[in-house]
């Protein structure tokens, strides 16, 4: 190794300052580790701070029949049963206490009459549930883990892209990455590594994903041996912005259904009513004057009996609903459908929604109060990613453990909305504790200066390799593959077409070429991101292919109905030499006690 070579040591490395990460991180400190926490972007300006909705947590402030049972209930139906049944329960057991402790913590959220934490509902969701801060609770979240960090002493790397994991005999040995500021290598050894890196939205055209989703973590983890699972349920979120072109994909947070957002075809036909599960339709409204019922009630704070709107069905089923009305020819002028929240007082609107009212207003001249938003399909979320051990966040690598959207099994074959931000609290914390008690009983780590070599003569190739092809030209053949081939609807033969063309930009992007200097050049920064996002796109549509069937976020054309014989069925990809292998895996065993709680109220 270059004496030169910039180089920290640490007994927990956290790749990743997210909600998850800066969770992880707070845990493994207190716990007793020296921890080192790297971001690519700066501190704070994580994934996670967009978030809007909310956190989901039985804290039964709005309705107090709510309780963890309900929550594992929602979250297994919502998930098609295919979740990991333990990370399930400890995520609704948990969760009330990890809101209650962001509030200890200085997190200022809304308020019920009598000063408590008010609750919001969202899709799935069988009662109010999600602690929000308007529709900008991940920058409340954010705000609160990252002045509780800073105040731990731990110790924080920004703009720094991590691009290999460093393993030796005994697994994960640390990481090796770049400053983006000027591009130098460094190397970090740790003990333990977490990651927190969030998730893969940048492998498709239209997403609510930012710059930073390109499926890092899914892709490092994957070249260091651990198991993906589960990678062909990719959420598309019924609502994303559809005009103008630039801000295509812009999410538009479900909490406007939640507060009683219509959706609506050309036609001024309220839709959903067709599109709901037979054997769910008993939990929502019958008729246009009990959804009213039901919105009144929810706007005034108070309990009813009116069941839930149709639109606040689950957003796999949304998604598609949305998805045939516009093929069928009942779309919005841009190739939508109208969301109208309107018909609600303006003031309520604005209080309640003010980043969607400033959205509107300034990017689509929208005024939401007065009129509907024209809104499609948006990739948002993937379900699937590493295999993880419920208790501890750790991977199925000695040393490699990983936490929040990156990690695979707690929502199953659909996430319901708010169950991310309470996700990344829960297993956040476990694993940094999983992270910090491994790192107590090692010895300080190994790093391997063979590869620490060959990952830095991997930095200088593209400067070198003049007729290489172009990264953002196979980026964007790569994204159009995605979206057109491996999108909402599925058949084989898409997906073969899909893998053929993988294998061809895999092909040439062994070959990239880029020039100027390495000090914030986006073209060199892509090199790596893209090397992940056609690991990751290769996973999706291997599984994709895999599973023939329907269930949750995955619909095949081919195999429309859902297959008893896959319900207890995951999909595993490992790394088999250069080769990418699927396969399945049976699912955990649901204890019967569980069982019992997730089929009572309608079965699974
Ligand atoms: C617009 C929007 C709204 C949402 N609203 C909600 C909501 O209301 N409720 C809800 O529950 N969920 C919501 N979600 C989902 C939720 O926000 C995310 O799933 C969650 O924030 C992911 O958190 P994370 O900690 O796993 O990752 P992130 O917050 O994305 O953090 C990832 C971190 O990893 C770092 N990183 C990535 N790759 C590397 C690398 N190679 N080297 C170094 N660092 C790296 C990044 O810099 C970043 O710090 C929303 C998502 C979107 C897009």
């Not at 509907?372 to 051990?389: K, L, N, S």
């Not at 940094?432 to 790192?439: D, F, R, S």
């Not at 195999?559 to 699912?587: F, I, Q």
Request: overall charge negative.
């Amino acid at each position: 190794m270059a004496p030169d070579l910039e180089r920290h040591q640490h007994d927990v490395l956290i790749i990743g300052a997210g909600g998850a990460g800066l969770r992880a991180a707070i845990a493994a400190s207190d716990a007793g580790a020296n921890v080192g926490l790297v971001c690519k972007s700066l501190l704070g300006k994580a994934h996670t701070v967009m978030a809007e909705g909310g956190v989901a947590a039985a804290l039964a402030h709005v309705d107090e029949r709510d309780n963890w049972r309900t929550h594992f209930r929602d979250t297994m139906v919502g998930g098609k049963m295919l979740n990991n049944p333990r990370m399930a329960e400890l995520h609704a057991q948990e969760a009330p206490d990890r809101v209650r402790e962001l509030e200890a913590w200085g997190a200022v959220f809304d308020r019920t009459r009598d000063g408590r934490i008010l609750q919001r509902p969202f899709g799935g969701h069988s009662h109010p549930r999600l602690a929000h801060v308007g529709d900008r609770t991940g920058l409340e979240m954010i705000r609160t883990l990252q002045d509780r960090a800073v105040a731990a002493g731990i110790s924080v790397y920004m703009e720094c892209t991590i691009t290999h994991l460093l393993t030796g005999p005994n697994g994960v040995a640390g990481a090796f990455g770049y400053w983006r500021t000027d591009g130098r290598s460094v190397v970090f050894a740790a003990k333990a590594t977490l990651l927190a890196t969030g998730g893969i939205g940048k492998a498709y055209e239209v997403t609510s994903n930012s710059w930073e989703y390109s499926g890092d973590g899914h892709a490092l983890a994957y070249r260091a041996g651990a198991e993906l699972i589960d990678m062909e349920f990719v959420q598309f979120h019924p609502t994303g912005m559809v005009w103008p072109p630039g801000v295509r994909g812009l999410l538009v947070t479900e909490a406007v259904r939640g507060e009683g957002g219509i959706l609506r075809n050309k036609d001024g036909e309220r839709f959903m009513w067709k599109y709901l599960p037979e054997d769910r339709r008993h939990e929502y409204a019958a008729t246009d004057e009990e959804a009213k019922t039901w919105v009144e009630a929810q706007s005034a704070g108070r309990t009813t009996d009116a069941r839930r709107p149709p639109e606040l069905s689950t957003r796999d089923n949304v998604s598609r609903a949305i998805y045939t009305e516009v093929k069928e020819g009942r779309g919005s002028p841009h190739g939508g459908v109208f969301l109208d929240i309107s018909y609600l007082p303006a003031e309520h609107v604005r209080r309640k929604l003010p980043s969607m009212y400033d959205q509107f207003k300034e990017l689509a001249d929208v005024d939401i109060t007065t009129g509907p938003m024209e809104i499609a399909p948006t990739t948002h979320y993937v379900m699937g990613g590493v295999r993880v051990d419920a208790d501890t966040g750790a991977t199925t690598v000695p040393g490699l453990f990983a936490a929040g959207e990156v990690s695979g099994g707690m929502h199953g074959a659909n996430r319901l909305g708010g169950n991310s931000l309470s996700d990344l609290l829960v297993f956040g914390q476990r694993a940094g504790l999983g992270a910090a008690a491994y790192a107590a009983d090692r010895d300080e780590a190994y790093v391997d200066p063979i590869q620490v070599r060959q990952a830095e003569r991997e930095l200088d190739e593209p400067f070198s390799t003049p007729d290489g092809a172009d990264p953002y030209r196979l980026r964007e053949e790569l994204q159009a593959t995605m979206q057109s081939l491996v999108g909402i609807f599925r058949v084989e033969a898409d997906l073969d077409q899909a893998l053929e063309s993988l294998a061809d930009i895999r092909r040439r992007a062994a070959r990239l070429c880029v020039s100027g200097p390495r000090a914030y050049n986006p073209g060199w920064n892509l090199v790596f991101e893209l090397r992940n996002l056609i690991d990751v796109s290769e996973a999706i549509t291997r599984s994709a292919r895999q599973r023939t069937e329907s269930r949750g976020a995955h619909s095949r054309l081919d195999y429309p109905d859902t297959e008893a014989n896959w319900a207890k069925l995951n999909s595993v990809v490992t790394r088999d030499g250069e080769t990418m292998v699927v396969r399945t895996a049976a699912t955990h065993e649901i204890p019967a006690d569980l069982l019992e709680i997730a089929k009572a109220g309608g079965g699974a």
